[in-house]
């Protein structure tokens, strides 16, 4: 069977129940957006291998204060992008609470990219704040981005544009969040 190599960006526990019936013993994972690794570290107990991705150094240090050096957790600072990760290495993304203050241009990056590190018929599973129209608000005194709103139409737009086979969006605005698609 084929080595199977995952991009785990951030997920919540029902997501992570979803993922982990699957059996991902003899798989590679990268958590991307790992933070303080409390999603890293359940993902490690399931996979051989997990590359925790950042942006900030300090999360990482979190992530080893917090869980120590376990030996099939390997640590990356990014800036970006995912050009640490190679072409064609990645079966499954997952993007958890990453996009939401995320400026759109790098949204459309990380879209982009993600297809670029994705194999054939690889998965990007993510979640993206919706609203009915596209909208920006201000994180007033926040040590934050601004919270970016999406509209379904702009993510199937995404799809299209990058080439990917959107295989679930979510009915209306209000009751989901969360998208595949398949490369």
């Given at each position: 069977?084929?080595?199977?190599n ?29 933070g ?21 150094a ?17 640590s ?20 958890y609470?990453v ?10 990056k ?7 590190i994705?194999k054939?018929?690889?998965y990007?599973?993510?979640?993206i ?36 086979k ?10 989901g ?7």
């Open positions: 069977a084929d080595e199977v995952l991009c785990i960006f951030f997920f919540k526990q029902k997501t992570a129940y979803e993922v982990k019936e699957c059996d991902w013993s003899s798989d590679v994972c990268s958590s991307d957006l790992c303080a690794g409390r999603m890293t570290e359940f993902i490690a107990k399931e996979a051989s291998y997990v590359q925790a991705v950042d942006i900030s300090e999360m990482l240090r979190r992530l080893h204060e917090r869980i120590g050096y376990i030996k099939n957790i390997e990356i600072c990014i800036i970006r992008d995912y050009s640490v990760i190679s072409d064609l290495s990645v079966d499954l993304i997952i993007s609470l996009f939401q203050h995320t400026p759109e241009d790098m949204v459309e990380l879209i982009e990219d993600g297809r670029r994705l054939e018929n690889g990007y599973f993510f979640q704040p919706l609203t009915s129209t596209h909208k920006v608000v201000p994180c007033n005194g926040a040590n934050a981005l601004d919270m970016v709103y999406w509209t379904i139409e702009e993510v199937e737009s995404l799809a299209k544009t990058y080439n990917f959107l295989i679930y969006s979510p009915r209306d605005n209000i009751k969040q969360f998208f595949i698609f398949q490369k």
